[in-house]
């Protein structure tokens, strides 16, 4: 018998505790939730997903404080901390996921290089709230998916 894909021991251990997964994404433009779902069934655990790649919408879909992003800006573990609480908020998840990076292969900066991601992950009901900082050193599309499956990792490491 194969091996179960990551996305796939994900939705098993969503269903396994009954629980509504929701994503808040920006540099991955929406993979992680592309992964999730191609797996027959994933409306019994994906209650929702939404990208917001810019400051507006941030801000409009997700309630991330303007000046937050004045402050610290797009990248950062407190934008990061306020789109997983927007997607808890917008989707009534019992779980979320934000990820807020610069995929590459610009826009990096001294402080901020190429390659660095913020995940967080929230679950209410066990009083998680958790930010982690990942730097990447793969291509644009290697980034995205490194975040996605890191994102994946995450989510089984609080339900499995």
């Known amino acids: 018998m194969a091996a179960l894909s990551l996305e796939a021991r994900v939705g098993a251990a969503l269903l396994k505790r009954n629980w509504m997964f929701c994503a808040a994404e920006s540099c991955t433009g929406g993979l992680l939730m592309h992964l999730l779902t191609n797996v027959a069934g994933s409306s ?31 990248v950062s573990e407190e934008t990061a901390a306020e789109m997983v609480q927007g997607a808890l908020n917008v989707f009534s998840g019992d779980l979320a996921i934000s990820i807020t990076g610069i ?3 610009g826009g990096g900066m001294p402080n901020k290089p190429v390659g660095l991601v913020y995940i967080g992950i929230a679950a209410p009901g066990l009083d998680l709230m958790r930010i982690d900082r990942h730097v990447w050193d793969g291509d644009r599309e290697m980034n995205k998916q490194l975040s996605a499956e890191e994102a994946m990792r995450k989510i089984l490491a609080v339900v499995d």
Do not use: F
Not at 48 to 64: D, F, N, Q
């Open 44 to 74: 019994a655990y994906i209650a929702g997903g939404v990208v917001t790649y810019s400051y507006e919408a941030k801000e409009r879909l997700l309630g991330v404080r303007r000046e937050t992003l004045a402050q610290y800006g797009a």
């Open 103 to 105: 995929a590459g292969p």
